[in-house]
């Protein structure tokens, strides 16, 4: 059984940088990993992903140039960095593991889910 735990949310200034770290137990050594984020009253929509070998990191077009996606396979990590941040970037994150090579933009896609750390963004 995989288990995902997301940490490093918290509260920052337009212009900040944040880090999010997603460790996993069980082995996820040839899973694709993602990021999600869901803001207040909206749908949970794709960050970008990463597969097991290296495949991407693909990311949604709106965010491409400010966030980037890496992992650790022998740490069992996924790291999210997020640069010059907006207001609009405020979400609750989730962190996400599918069995498939291929990173999918869809979160019905992914089998196993984090708790989701918020992020918050202030002006």
């Known amino acids: 059984q995989v288990q995902l735990a997301e940490s490093g949310g918290g509260s920052v200034q337009a212009g900040d940088s944040l880090t999010l770290s997603c460790a996993a137990t069980?082995?996820?050594?040839?899973?694709?990993m993602a990021w999600f984020r869901q803001a207040p009253g909206k749908e949970r929509i794709f960050v970008g992903g990463i597969s097991w070998d290296g495949n991407g990191p693909n990311y949604a077009d709106s965010l491409s140039g400010r966030f980037e996606i890496s992992r650790d396979n022998n740490k069992e990590t996924l790291v999210l960095q997020m640069n010059n941040l907006k207001p609009e970037d405020t979400a609750v994150y989730y962190c996400a593991g599918r069995t498939s090579r291929a990173p999918s933009s869809q979160a019905y896609d992914y089998r196993y889910w984090g708790q989701g750390p918020q992020v918050t963004v202030s002006s």
């Open positions: 069980g082995s996820t050594v040839r899973y694709t």
